[in-house]
Structure formats: structure tokens, C-alpha cells
DNA sequence: GCCAACGTTGGC
DNA sequence: GCCAACGTTGGC
């Protein structure tokens, strides 16, 4: 089992929208190494962080898990969509992404800046400088860390 | 809104 | 295959 941490905008889709739906398709992901994570590296189960991003302030909101494996995104074929993939065909996708479940809210967000102050995740992907990928993969121990400060549980079940 | 960091594209 | 131009991310 991996821990990983995925981000979005709240304005795009919350926690709260999470917590609303209890599942949705992580769609829109147009960087290879987050597919990559997305179809290779992801297994059903993976516990994940839910990381607000470009938020006031923006951090750790809370917890889901993969529940579904990869499947073809399908905004890739909407041509109205931001994510459009001309090169793309129903037949050879570019994009994937897999399903995600709501397993809990933070008791607060994490803010990215109490992140940076805690010794024990000085490692993380999430705060080196210039850091942009949306989906990272994390240390258990720093999900654990995480988790204890959000209050929600450190593993899924 | 600014801009640093970084990924992608496309000419050569 | 190089790399300049361009686009995007995301904190501030």
C-alpha cells in the first residue's frame, strides 16, 4: 500500500464536494508523471491526503482513498472542456484517472505554511520549492503526521 | 496580479 | 536531440 496526496482547487471541487458525492473520477490530471502515478503506481485502497490548492489558506482538508482503478478520463473527448485532447481517440486515450472515496473531513485544513514548520516533513514533495505536481506520492510516516494534525484517522478502513 | 519554477511544444 | 518560446501551476 502507498499513501499519496492530490490536489485541487476548492473552487474547482472541495472536500466538501467530496464529502457531498462520496465518489468521483480524479478527471483532468495533463501532467504524465501524475498519470503515471494514476495508472501505475496506485492501487485500490491507497489511503490519500486531499490538498487545497491556490486556497486561502491553501493545506490538507482531508482524507480519501483510491476506490477504482485507472479508467479513461473523459473530459480528454469534450471538446468544451479545459482538458480537450484532440490527439486523443475513444480507441488509444491519452489521459487517465481513477476513482476516489470520501473517507474524511479535517477537523481543520492543515495549512501549507504549519506544513513547512514541522521537522518531520521537511522531505515532502509538497514543500520543496517550485513544487507543482498535483498528485505526489507520501511517506506513511508523514501521512501519519498529517493526519494526527487534521484529526482523521491515519489509515483507512 | 505577479512571477518563479517547471513542463510541453515545435522549429531546426 | 537541442533548446527557445510558450503555457501552466500555485504560493504569495
Known amino acids: 500500500m502507498r499513501y499519496w496526496l492530490m490536489k485541487s ?3 474547482a471541487y472541495s472536500i466538501d464536494d467530496l464529502s457531498r458525492d462520496k465518489r468521483t473520477l480524479w478527471t483532468g490530471i495533463r501532467n504524465y508523471q501524475a498519470r503515471n502515478y494514476m495508472t501505475q ?5 491507497d489511503p490519500v491526503l486531499f490538498y487545497h490548492s491556490n486556497a486561502d489558506p491553501p493545506g490538507v482538508a482531508g482524507a480519501m482513498r483510491v476506490s477504482k482503478g485507472p479508467v479513461a478520463d473523459p473530459s ?3 471538446s468544451k472542456h479545459a482538458g480537450y485532447e484532440p490527439r486523443a481517440e475513444r480507441s488509444a486515450p491519452m489521459w487517465h484517472c481513477v476513482e476516489v472515496e470520501f473517507v474524511a473531513k479535517g477537523k ?11 521537522t518531520a516533513l521537511a522531505k515532502m514533495e509538497l514543500l520543496r520549492k517550485g513544487s507543482r505536481l498535483s498528485i505526489q506520492p507520501v511517506d506513511p510516516a508523514a501521512y501519519a503526521v498529517i493526519a494526527k494534525l487534521a484529526g ?3 489509515a483507512a478502513s
Do not use: N, S, T
Not at 481543520?108 to 513547512?116: A, C, G, I, K, T
Open 41 to 45: 503506481d496506485m492501487q485500490v485502497g
Open 152 to 154: 482523521f484517522p491515519k
Open 108 to 118: 481543520r485544513v492543515v495549512p501549507l505554511d504549519e506544513l513547512r514548520g514541522v
Open 76 to 78: 480528454q473527448f469534450d
Open 9 to 11: 482547487e476548492p473552487e
